[in-house]
């Protein structure tokens, strides 16, 4: 076995393509190096767009960040809008079904999300604070909730770890 370089990278990866479009929401995440790490995922998975609202850290990201985000804010679309409600509302009509990472009293397994949305062409996931989740008034506005089942003590994990398994969780 050996380790590929990033030419025969690209060839081995250059026919994966998205049979969907996946747009990402993310509301309130404090931290400019979980955004950062973000852009980088989302690149890797294939989002066509990143919605940054409320206090949501925006590009530029200094010197340390870009390389969190290898400059992945730079190819990754993104806009910030300060209100979530107008970003589900636009997405809704353009199509979109809109999904909250989060633990609610209706969530599935993320390992169910071909099940769940096998027919769905346009994808929305909502990421929240690190601290409070997705807050309630957006919640409201999710056609689904998905979690991450948590096997050890902790009932979360990092924003950034649990948008790339989500991501990736839908391949």
Sequence with gaps: MKQLNKKEIKKA?????????????????????????????????????????????????????????????????????????????????????????????KSFPHYALIDNFRNEKKLAFIAGSEVYGITKKTLARCDASVHIPMIGKGRSLNVTTSVGIILFSLN
């Design 13 to 105: 990866f250059k026919h994966i393509k998205r049979s969907r479009s996946i747009a990402l929401i993310l509301e309130n995440i404090q931290y400019a190096r979980n955004v950062a790490g973000i852009f980088r995922t989302a690149d890797a998975a294939g989002v066509a767009k990143i919605f940054l609202t409320g206090i949501s850290h925006k590009p530029p990201f200094g010197k340390d960040l870009v390389k969190a985000s290898r400059h992945k804010e730079k190819v990754v679309s993104w806009e910030y809008n300060k209100s979530t409600g107008k970003v589900v509302d636009k997405l809704k009509r353009d199509g979109y079904k809109i999904v909250a990472i989060e633990i609610t009293d």
